[in-house]
């Protein structure tokens, strides 16, 4: 195995392994709150650039 393959392989691992983390930190029921409080982050973002542009 040449350098590219071995490189190719180990970042699959650590991405694969960055994704499980990332669910089972999302799907860990004590996480529920806080996840649920960035729910409407998208739309208070927007709302905070409208209000610098009105006034």
Do not use: C, Q
Request: aromatic content about 12%; glycine content about 8%; proline content about 4%.
């Amino acid at each position: 195995m040449s350098g590219t393959d071995w490189f190719g392989l180990i970042f699959t691992v650590v991405i694969f392994l960055l994704m499980l983390g990332a669910y089972i930190w999302v799907f860990n029921p004590k996480n529920k709150d806080e996840i649920e409080s960035h729910r409407t982050m998208p739309l208070d973002d927007d709302e905070k650039n409208s209000e610098k542009k009105d006034g």
